[in-house]
Structures are given as structure tokens and as C-alpha cells.
């Protein structure tokens, strides 16, 4: 029998109540603003695999322009977050990226997993989040599509989808930039591109980043506060590491494009990363009591002496990430007559890394994690038609994905084993395949009124099997050599070999009606179905006898999404506003828990519902303005804690109740070119960094603000900028041990630099 612990009210639910309503007045006051300046920049995007403007795409959707981004000082993948509504990006370990949408996120950083919000580079799926790396230069375009997307895209587009677009080689002229950027923490980054003509026919670009930086969370000399406490019950002091949360990689980018004929065009894309020797491991441990009914940890004890400093650490092992990715994309495409078009996309990716952290921030030899993928590869090819008609619009393609991953995660330490020498290590191999058919179609009931129906089956094959060894050097009788076979397991329990075996097929649908009220206002109503396929979850405590081999795996996740939405301009084309209300019913939602040192996933139900406003202005000559809004309200039931059979309803992770983004742009005329100064941010309402919602993982509200001072003529940008201008304290991650304690990473701090580009 199940133990329920209520541990949510309704003050979520009342805070999305009033702010839908704030959204609905603002939105009707907006018109009678008194607007003079230029007109906004018309952003094309490809939400749904074809070019349209973004204001005539029925699709809750987010867009940059690369030439945007530098105007606006945008240098990072987090710092999209705090001008798109509904989006969060953490990237609190150097091998990981995770982007969380409307609260859905991949929140387990196990590698064999996929995340629920599908990233793509230039049309191709990424299929592991440890391979999302250097995109962020020489960019066309970024777009965030929110909601489930998987009838275009597929593969596990349940939260929603990021796509960067690199800049194609399809300018005749040469051309090109350089850029280089200083700032604290010895911090250098150096990137240029140049592209032009081959001949008359082909045309080349080629890019390239360098960054390098000492990091901000500073190492401290001897032993830890609580070594000071424990002295001689655990290990020996620590010593002085590297300073963390800093860089060293660069990445390089080759494309070509060739006319074929007067009907067919190819591009040829190689693309790599290498991150060298970066230090890891910058946690800082966190004081936490114990709750008896849940086993998870209480408030953080700011006057015990374990309570780390934001900037500071205690590593007694010196990590170090070291990775390599490589990716060939060819794509083709071919005008077969004047209604039909022919594209095939083609991706070979192949990724090797090596990671090491001091998992525990303590000084002491407790936790030390390694992760080692040699390799992870990834092969994709994509088939699809598309045309239309005098009242209508088609594609249908197919499409097929092959990945193999070779994993190996070792955790040691004195905590668990008794010896500081003491590991256990767990192998993995992944196969993992994917077929899918899909096809959309767009019909013009009348001028006004149109009809939007997609479909995609999707195929999953999946099989793994992993291995834990157990062994300590300085005891040689201590050696366990596979110590737990999945796939004998599952033999020796009666369970059956196919347990170890995935075969899942299941669609994805959307149904849409798009109504223009006028040339200017688009309102929208749709529905889509999700689906997400199922996975394991093997980690170093997973033997014989010691959890049951039923919770390994989890089962497929499906959600059903209903989206109302509207987009308009107005003011002469000086103001942009779009909004979206939506409501998620999830049925076996992936949840992912961290209990009794043990991560997993466990299918859940859960529900969600929010809206999201952006409002675009340019109230003169030299202002700018974006606004954005987020409000939202989640419950995922019965979340599994730390004591067995007691279970939690929880929010979503990662999911404020509102979130307000502002950007403010001042410009003056100041010789040959313009000074203009900016200043924006984002705020947060509270929010839960863990899914099973523990006070320890309670992040109170915060705003992060930035400034910059920017002169720009037709050929050079300066700007002198300041990150998280109020030097705010805000966590990123936490990792909740219970009575134990929390390791935890904070963001940085106050930042400054200066950034000087030259173009041609």
C-alpha cells in the first residue's frame, strides 16, 4: 500500500488565474500606445519545414536572427533563455546542455537517455545532449518551438524543439567577420568566419570559435569546513584543484554549396568540437536536515559551518572533460517540376568524451564520478516531398536514425565503499534504431480559415545490456568481477531476455485551425499528440538483490497538448504581440528522482497548464523594447521519495509559477555610427530544482540582470557589457542527498568584458 505525503496548494494555480488576466488587459491596452519609429525585422523561420514568416506560423514560436543576437550581446545558449518566454537552458556541467520548456526537461543526466525537448543543427536531430556543443557562432537563426512537435520533427519532441541554423555558403561575394571578446576570469574567446565564390557554381563558408577561461568558482587550499569538524573520521583534507566552471575548446565549421543544376543545389557540411582538459567538479555542499515521512532534505542551515560558498570549492580529485565531436551533414535539394520539391538529409555524428568530477564538494574523499563514451555515433537519413496547390500545402517524407552508444560510469569514494580506493563500475551498450513516415496538410477552407492535419508513425527498436564490476586496488580480495549481468539477471528472475528489449511503435498527430481576423492578426487553436519512447536507467547501485529489476526500465510517455494562441501587429507594423495558452495531460510522464543515492525514471501522471505573452515594441527612431511573460501551473502525481512506497505530488521541475523578461535598447546618432545602450533581464517566481520538490531544492525568486554599451558603424561593433549586473546568488542544480545534504552549482557571478567585431 502507497503512503501519500501532500506537499502542494493552490497559491500556483491563483498566481496563473491573475496572470492570464494581467495578460488579457495589457493586451488590450497595447493598441492605444502611441508608436513612431521603424518597422520590426520580419523573421522567416522553418517551424514547419518550410520558410514562413513567423507571424503566419500557427506555432507557439521564439526566433533570433543571428545578426540580432550580436546586436543584442547574446554570446551563449543560457543567455537565450532570458528573451524567450517558457524557456530555461542549464548548463551547469561542462558535458551537458538541457533546455527546459514549459517545465519539461530532461532532468536525468544519465547519457543513454534522450531528452523530451528535441535539439536540431541545421535539419538534424541531436540525439544525445552530451553532443550539444559550439553552436552558438556564425549563426543564422536560432527558433524555439514550444510544444509537442513531433508530427514534422519526431524523435522525441514531447516539450518542444530548439534548431540552430548555421550560416549557409550561399553568398557569391566575399565576405566575413572577426570577433573577439575579453573579460574577467581570464576569460578570451576569438571567432571569424569567411566565405564567397568557388566559381560560378560553388560557393564555400568556413567558421571557427576559440574559448578559453579560468572559471569563477575559485579552489581553496586545505581541508574543508567539515573535515574541520570530522577530523580523522573520513579520508584525508583536500588539497588545492584547478579553479572551475571555466573553458577550453574550440570548434570549426566547413560548408559548400553546388548548384547541380539549374533545379538542384547540395550542401556539404563537416563540422568539429574539441573541449580540452576543462576542470570539473565545482559543487558546493549544502547543510540540510532530514524529513522523517519522505527522507528528503529540508531547509539548507545557513549557519552550519557545511554550508559552502557560492564561489568557492574543495576538491581532493582534480577532474578534468576532455571530448570530441564530429558531424558530416549533406543536403540536397531538388525542384522536380514547379509544384514539387525533392530534399534528402543526410548525418553522420560521432562523439567521444571523458569525464571526471569530485561528485561531493567536501574536500574529502567521498564521492568521485567518471563518465567515459568511446564513442556515441549517430547515422540519420531523411526523404521528403512537399508541394502545393492552388489551395493547399503538402510534404511526406520518411525517415530513419541509427545510434550506438558505448558507455562506461564509474563512481568511487569513501562514503560508499569504506576505501578511498574502492569503485564500482558500470558498462553499457546502447543499439538503438528508429523508422518513421509522416506527411502534413494544409488546406484553405476560405481567405480567412485554414486546415492544418499531420500525422507520423514512429518505430523504436531498442536493446542494451550493462555490466556492474566492483574492485579496490589496495585489496586485492576485494574484486567482484561482474558483479551484475542485466541480461543474466533478468535470466536467473524469470523475467525473460526481452526485458532488455524495446519494441515500441505509436504516432504523433496534429490538428490545427488557423483564422485571420486580418492581414495583420492570426489567432490559431490546435491539438498534438506527443509521444516520447521508453528507455532504462542502469546507475552503480543496480545488482543482484539490491533493487528490483522491474524499475530500470520505464515505459513510453504520451501527452496530449490544446493550444490557443494569437499573433499581431499593430501601430503601422512598430508593435508585435503574441500569445499562447496551453494545457498538457500527460499520461506516463518520465519522472526522474534522485532517492536513497539512487537516480531513475518512473512513469507518472501529470498535468500542466500556463500561457505565454511577447510583446515587441519600437516607440521611435532609437528605442527598442521586448517584454515577455511566462505563468504556469503543474502536478505530477505520486513522485517516488526516498523512502520506499511513499510517494509525493509534485511540480514540475524548473517550472516558476511566472517568469518576466525585459529588454530595453536606448540608440544616438554619434558619428559614422551608433551608441546605444541596453539594459535587460529576467525574473523568476519560485521554483523546484529537483522533481520530487524537497524545501532543499526550493529556489527562491531572483532576477538576473545585464547592461552593455555598444558603438556600431557598417563594419565594426564595440561593446562593453556587464553579466548578472546585481550580482545575484541563484542555484542552477541541486542534487538532494536528505539527511545527508546537497551538492549544489550556482551560476555565475557579476561578469564583465568588452567585445569588438570587425565585418566585411
Do not use: C
Given at each position: 500500500m502507497t503512503n501519500k505525503v501532500q506537499v502542494r496548494d493552490n497559491v500556483g494555480g491563483r498566481a496563473l488565474s491573475g496572470a492570464i488576466h494581467g495578460v488579457v488587459a495589457a493586451s488590450l491596452l497595447l493598441p492605444a500606445l502611441a508608436i513612431q519609429a521603424d518597422i520590426l525585422e520580419e523573421i522567416v523561420v522553418t517551424a514547419q519545414k518550410r520558410e514562413q514568416s513567423i507571424q503566419d506560423v500557427g506555432v507557439s514560436v521564439s526566433a533570433f536572427s543571428g545578426d540580432q543576437m550580436k546586436a543584442l550581446g547574446v554570446t551563449s545558449t543560457t543567455e537565450i533563455t532570458q528573451q524567450i518566454p517558457g524557456l530555461q537552458v542549464n548548463s551547469w556541467s561542462p558535458t551537458l546542455t538541457t533546455f527546459n520548456l514549459r517545465g519539461i526537461s530532461q532532468n536525468n543526466f544519465t547519457d543513454n537517455l534522450e531528452a523530451p525537448v528535441a535539439v536540431y543543427n541545421d535539419e538534424v536531430y541531436i540525439g544525445s545532449m552530451n553532443a550539444i556543443s559550439g553552436q552558438l557562432f556564425?549563426?543564422?537563426?536560432?527558433?524555439?518551438?514550444?510544444?509537442?512537435?513531433?508530427?514534422?520533427?519526431?524523435?522525441?519532441?514531447?516539450?518542444?524543439?530548439?534548431?540552430?541554423?548555421?550560416?549557409?555558403?550561399?553568398?557569391e561575394e566575399l565576405n566575413g567577420y572577426f570577433e573577439a571578446s575579453f573579460s574577467e576570469y581570464n576569460k578570451k574567446s576569438f571567432e571569424g568566419a569567411v566565405g564567397g565564390a568557388l566559381s560560378d557554381t560553388a560557393r564555400y563558408r568556413l567558421s571557427a570559435r576559440w574559448e578559453e577561461s579560468d572559471g569563477y568558482i575559485e579552489a581553496q587550499?586545505?581541508?574543508?569546513?567539515?573535515?574541520?569538524?570530522?577530523?580523522?573520521?573520513?579520508?584525508?583534507?583536500?588539497?588545492?584543484?584547478?579553479?572551475?566552471?571555466?573553458?577550453?575548446?574550440?570548434?570549426?565549421?566547413?560548408?559548400?554549396?553546388?548548384?547541380?543544376?539549374?533545379?538542384?543545389?547540395?550542401?556539404?557540411?563537416?563540422?568539429?568540437?574539441?573541449?580540452?582538459?576543462?576542470?570539473?567538479?565545482?559543487?558546493?555542499?549544502?547543510?540540510?536536515?532530514?524529513?522523517?515521512?519522505?527522507?528528503?532534505?529540508?531547509e539548507i542551515i545557513n549557519d552550519s559551518p557545511l554550508t559552502g560558498k557560492s564561489d568557492e570549492h574543495y576538491n581532493n580529485t582534480e577532474g578534468f572533460f576532455e571530448r570530441e565531436v564530429f558531424s558530416f551533414t549533406g543536403k540536397l535539394v531538388w525542384d522536380l517540376n514547379d509544384e514539387v520539391e525533392f530534399v534528402s538529409i543526410t548525418n553522420y555524428t560521432n562523439m567521444e568524451k571523458d569525464y571526471l568530477e569530485d561528485g561531493d564538494g567536501l574536500g574529502i574523499s567521498a564521492i568521485d564520478f567518471q563518465n567515459t563514451v568511446d564513442p556515441y555515433t549517430q547515422w540519420s537519413q531523411e526523404f521528403r516531398f512537399s508541394g502545393e496547390g492552388e489551395n493547399s500545402r503538402w510534404q511526406a517524407g520518411v525517415y530513419y536514425l541509427s545510434m550506438d552508444l558505448d558507455l562506461v560510469q564509474t563512481v568511487s569514494g569513501e562514503l560508499f565503499f569504506g576505501s578511498a580506493t574502492a569503485k564500482r563500475e558500470v558498462t553499457v551498450d546502447l543499439?538503438?534504431?528508429?523508422?518513421?513516415?509522416?506527411?502534413?496538410?494544409?488546406?484553405?477552407?476560405?481567405?480567412?480559415?485554414?486546415?492544418?492535419?499531420?500525422?507520423?508513425f514512429s518505430q523504436d527498436d531498442k536493446e542494451i545490456d550493462f555490466t556492474n564490476d566492483f574492485s579496490d586496488t589496495s585489496d586485492p580480495t576485494r574484486v567482484e568481477p561482474e558483479l551484475f549481468d542485466f541480461k543474466q539477471a533478468l535470466i536467473d528472475e524469470g523475467m525473460g531476455a526481452d526485458f532488455s528489449e524495446i519494441d515500441y511503435g505509436d504516432y504523433a498527430?496534429?490538428?490545427?485551425?488557423?483564422?485571420?481576423?486580418?492581414?495583420?492578426?492570426?489567432?490559431?487553436?490546435?491539438?498534438?499528440?506527443?509521444?516520447?519512447?521508453?528507455?532504462?536507467?542502469?546507475?552503480?547501485?543496480?545488482?543482484?538483490?539490491?533493487?528490483?529489476?522491474?524499475?530500470?526500465?520505464?515505459?513510453?510517455?504520451?501527452?496530449?497538448?490544446?493550444?490557443l494562441g494569437i499573433k499581431t501587429e499593430f501601430a503601422d507594423g512598430l508593435a508585435r504581440l503574441n500569445a499562447t495558452a496551453f494545457y498538457y495531460d500527460y499520461q506516463d510522464y518520465q519522472s526522474f528522482s534522485f532517492t536513497g543515492f539512487t537516480?531513475?525514471?518512473?512513469?507518472?501522471?501529470?498535468?500542466?497548464?500556463?500561457?505565454?505573452?511577447?510583446?515587441?515594441?519600437?516607440p521611435g527612431d532609437s528605442w527598442d523594447f521586448i517584454f515577455g511573460l511566462s505563468v504556469m501551473d503543474s502536478e505530477v502525481d505520486d513522485v517516488d521519495t526516498a523512502i520506499d512506497g511513499v510517494t509525493v505530488d509534485a511540480e514540475l521541475p524548473s517550472a516558476p509559477g511566472y517568469s518576466f523578461n525585459f529588454l530595453g535598447r536606448k540608440s544616438w546618432t554619434l558619428g559614422e555610427g551608433d551608441l546605444a545602450l541596453q539594459v535587460d533581464g529576467v525574473a523568476y517566481d519560485e521554483q523546484f530544482l529537483e522533481g520530487h520538490n524537497s524545501l532543499a531544492s526550493t529556489e527562491d525568486s531572483y532576477s538576473v540582470w545585464n547592461t552593455s554599451l555598444t558603438y556600431t558603424t557598417e563594419e565594426w561593433?564595440?561593446?562593453?557589457?556587464?553579466?548578472?549586473?546585481?550580482?545575484?546568488?541563484?542555484?542552477?542544480?541541486?542534487?538532494?542527498?536528505?539527511?545527508?545534504?546537497?551538492?549544489?552549482?550556482?551560476?555565475?557571478?557579476?561578469?564583465?568584458?568588452?567585445?569588438?567585431?570587425?565585418?566585411?
Amino acid at each position: 500500500m502507497t503512503n501519500k505525503v501532500q506537499v502542494r496548494d493552490n497559491v500556483g494555480g491563483r498566481a496563473l488565474s491573475g496572470a492570464i488576466h494581467g495578460v488579457v488587459a495589457a493586451s488590450l491596452l497595447l493598441p492605444a500606445l502611441a508608436i513612431q519609429a521603424d518597422i520590426l525585422e520580419e523573421i522567416v523561420v522553418t517551424a514547419q519545414k518550410r520558410e514562413q514568416s513567423i507571424q503566419d506560423v500557427g506555432v507557439s514560436v521564439s526566433a533570433f536572427s543571428g545578426d540580432q543576437m550580436k546586436a543584442l550581446g547574446v554570446t551563449s545558449t543560457t543567455e537565450i533563455t532570458q528573451q524567450i518566454p517558457g524557456l530555461q537552458v542549464n548548463s551547469w556541467s561542462p558535458t551537458l546542455t538541457t533546455f527546459n520548456l514549459r517545465g519539461i526537461s530532461q532532468n536525468n543526466f544519465t547519457d543513454n537517455l534522450e531528452a523530451p525537448v528535441a535539439v536540431y543543427n541545421d535539419e538534424v536531430y541531436i540525439g544525445s545532449m552530451n553532443a550539444i556543443s559550439g553552436q552558438l557562432f556564425d549563426v543564422e537563426r536560432v527558433e524555439v518551438l514550444r510544444g509537442p512537435q513531433g508530427t514534422l520533427f519526431g524523435r522525441n519532441a514531447t516539450g518542444g524543439l530548439i534548431h540552430y541554423l548555421s550560416r549557409p555558403a550561399a553568398e557569391e561575394e566575399l565576405n566575413g567577420y572577426f570577433e573577439a571578446s575579453f573579460s574577467e576570469y581570464n576569460k578570451k574567446s576569438f571567432e571569424g568566419a569567411v566565405g564567397g565564390a568557388l566559381s560560378d557554381t560553388a560557393r564555400y563558408r568556413l567558421s571557427a570559435r576559440w574559448e578559453e577561461s579560468d572559471g569563477y568558482i575559485e579552489a581553496q587550499d586545505g581541508p574543508s569546513p567539515l573535515y574541520t569538524i570530522t577530523e580523522g573520521a573520513i579520508g584525508n583534507p583536500g588539497k588545492a584543484a584547478r579553479d572551475l566552471q571555466g573553458s577550453d575548446g574550440y570548434a570549426l565549421r566547413a560548408g559548400f554549396q553546388f548548384d547541380l543544376n539549374d533545379d538542384a543545389q547540395l550542401d556539404l557540411t563537416f563540422k568539429y568540437t574539441e573541449d580540452n582538459d576543462v576542470a570539473t567538479g565545482g559543487y558546493v555542499f549544502l547543510d540540510t536536515g532530514g524529513d522523517p515521512a519522505t527522507g528528503l532534505g529540508t531547509e539548507i542551515i545557513n549557519d552550519s559551518p557545511l554550508t559552502g560558498k557560492s564561489d568557492e570549492h574543495y576538491n581532493n580529485t582534480e577532474g578534468f572533460f576532455e571530448r570530441e565531436v564530429f558531424s558530416f551533414t549533406g543536403k540536397l535539394v531538388w525542384d522536380l517540376n514547379d509544384e514539387v520539391e525533392f530534399v534528402s538529409i543526410t548525418n553522420y555524428t560521432n562523439m567521444e568524451k571523458d569525464y571526471l568530477e569530485d561528485g561531493d564538494g567536501l574536500g574529502i574523499s567521498a564521492i568521485d564520478f567518471q563518465n567515459t563514451v568511446d564513442p556515441y555515433t549517430q547515422w540519420s537519413q531523411e526523404f521528403r516531398f512537399s508541394g502545393e496547390g492552388e489551395n493547399s500545402r503538402w510534404q511526406a517524407g520518411v525517415y530513419y536514425l541509427s545510434m550506438d552508444l558505448d558507455l562506461v560510469q564509474t563512481v568511487s569514494g569513501e562514503l560508499f565503499f569504506g576505501s578511498a580506493t574502492a569503485k564500482r563500475e558500470v558498462t553499457v551498450d546502447l543499439e538503438s534504431t528508429n523508422w518513421s513516415v509522416f506527411g502534413q496538410y494544409e488546406y484553405d477552407l476560405s481567405e480567412k480559415l485554414t486546415v492544418i492535419a499531420g500525422y507520423r508513425f514512429s518505430q523504436d527498436d531498442k536493446e542494451i545490456d550493462f555490466t556492474n564490476d566492483f574492485s579496490d586496488t589496495s585489496d586485492p580480495t576485494r574484486v567482484e568481477p561482474e558483479l551484475f549481468d542485466f541480461k543474466q539477471a533478468l535470466i536467473d528472475e524469470g523475467m525473460g531476455a526481452d526485458f532488455s528489449e524495446i519494441d515500441y511503435g505509436d504516432y504523433a498527430a496534429r490538428l490545427q485551425l488557423d483564422y485571420r481576423l486580418n492581414d495583420d492578426t492570426l489567432v490559431f487553436a490546435s491539438y498534438n499528440r506527443g509521444i516520447k519512447g521508453g528507455n532504462w536507467s542502469p546507475n552503480q547501485n543496480v545488482f543482484a538483490g539490491q533493487l528490483e529489476l522491474q524499475t530500470i526500465r520505464h515505459d513510453e510517455e504520451t501527452l496530449h497538448a490544446y493550444e490557443l494562441g494569437i499573433k499581431t501587429e499593430f501601430a503601422d507594423g512598430l508593435a508585435r504581440l503574441n500569445a499562447t495558452a496551453f494545457y498538457y495531460d500527460y499520461q506516463d510522464y518520465q519522472s526522474f528522482s534522485f532517492t536513497g543515492f539512487t537516480p531513475s525514471v518512473a512513469n507518472k501522471d501529470a498535468t500542466a497548464q500556463g500561457a505565454e505573452l511577447e510583446l515587441f515594441l519600437t516607440p521611435g527612431d532609437s528605442w527598442d523594447f521586448i517584454f515577455g511573460l511566462s505563468v504556469m501551473d503543474s502536478e505530477v502525481d505520486d513522485v517516488d521519495t526516498a523512502i520506499d512506497g511513499v510517494t509525493v505530488d509534485a511540480e514540475l521541475p524548473s517550472a516558476p509559477g511566472y517568469s518576466f523578461n525585459f529588454l530595453g535598447r536606448k540608440s544616438w546618432t554619434l558619428g559614422e555610427g551608433d551608441l546605444a545602450l541596453q539594459v535587460d533581464g529576467v525574473a523568476y517566481d519560485e521554483q523546484f530544482l529537483e522533481g520530487h520538490n524537497s524545501l532543499a531544492s526550493t529556489e527562491d525568486s531572483y532576477s538576473v540582470w545585464n547592461t552593455s554599451l555598444t558603438y556600431t558603424t557598417e563594419e565594426w561593433r564595440l561593446s562593453a557589457w556587464v553579466k548578472n549586473l546585481t550580482n545575484e546568488e541563484y542555484r542552477v542544480y541541486n542534487l538532494d542527498f536528505g539527511a545527508g545534504g546537497s551538492t549544489a552549482m550556482y551560476a555565475p557571478p557579476r561578469w564583465m568584458g568588452v567585445t569588438a567585431a570587425y565585418s566585411w
